[in-house]
């Protein structure tokens, strides 16, 4: 796997960890715990009067019992009875078959202090079992550690290196086509955004390194929009990603989640390689060459 593939599994997997809630959620836990225990990790289905008791899947090899909780919105005292409700739930169901209880939640900020007092709690009431907490980057480190195979079954084919190296104007005409949205601006801005404009915008790890990714084929979008028929192209594309990220930002959008939407104003993140690269390729330009984020502070350090 190149830094392209793991680059954008890790863009995939975020994406997934926030858009998916309820028993989706749950799946997906399940389907990554098979992949990355093989052989150790069951997952538990509700079956009949007494449901999954109190279990949403189990690792025999050191008597783990996982929970999963996420909903829509994460509530506080919904949170807590859900914790107090459960542990002790896995306990009369499961005695001395568990050695650990891991909860598994899907809030990105982490769980509030309450929550963590309440676990704490329980790690002093029984100290016979490990109790900890299965947030994002316990999953991510689960889903970055599986083999190139087992990602493409779970989130399919991404661009690879050399898929953004064969690139070429066939799959770039009609993204740029597609995005454009509205006349160009009597006085568009023109000012370049500066080499630490990704560190201003706060973005994570992967964005940063598929934005990357995807400048290797800057010159070939360049070459494109230079020869298209229309002179005017690169500016209404230009100006359909500013319109977009402004409403985004407004309404309160992480910059993680304006790229993620900003990747489906583009074209999206699925179909052929190729595509995706393309996408990728075309969002990276821009990132680069228009009011997409914000560009960097000036340094404040007066110069010598």
Known sequence: MDATQRYCYGLNFKNVFLTEKGK?????????????????????RPYGALGDLKCDGFRASDGTV???????????ADLL???DEDFHGAVAHWGARMQRWEFVHNDVRGLP?????????????????????????EMRNVVMSLALHQLEDLFGAVPSQKTLERLGFAQLAPILKAIS???????????????????????????AGALRQGRLRERLVEDCLA??????????????????????????????EIFEDL???????????????????????????CDIFEDAKPDPTPSP
């Not at 399940?30 to 052989?39: D, K, L, S």
């Not at 949205?181 to 790890?205: G, I, V, W, Y």
């Not at 699925?270 to 990132?287: D, H, I, K, N």
């Open 24 to 44: 989706a959620f749950e799946s997906f836990f399940a389907r990554v715990m098979t992949y990355g225990f093989t052989g150790d990790f069951q997952p538990v």
């Open 66 to 76: 996982f929970q999963c909780y996420a909903p829509d919105a994460m509530k506080l």
């Open 81 to 83: 009875k859900k914790i």
């Open 113 to 137: 202090a309450e929550a963590v007092q309440k676990l704490q709690d329980l790690r002093t009431a029984y100290p016979g079992i490990r109790t900890s907490v299965f947030g994002e980057a």
């Open 181 to 207: 949205r509205r006349e160009p601006p009597a006085d568009p801005p023109t000012t370049a955004p500066s080499a630490s404009k990704l560190e201003n915008n706060a973005l994570s790890r992967d964005v």
């Open 227 to 256: 020869q298209w028929p229309d002179p005017g192209l690169g500016e209404e594309v230009a100006e359909g990603f500013r319109n977009r990220y402004r409403g985004l930002k407004a309404i309160g959008y992480t910059p993680d």
């Open 263 to 289: 990747q489906e104003f583009a074209g999206g993140m699925r179909g052929e390689p190729a595509r995706q690269g393309a996408v990728l390729a075309v969002l990276s330009y821009f990132f680069e060459r």
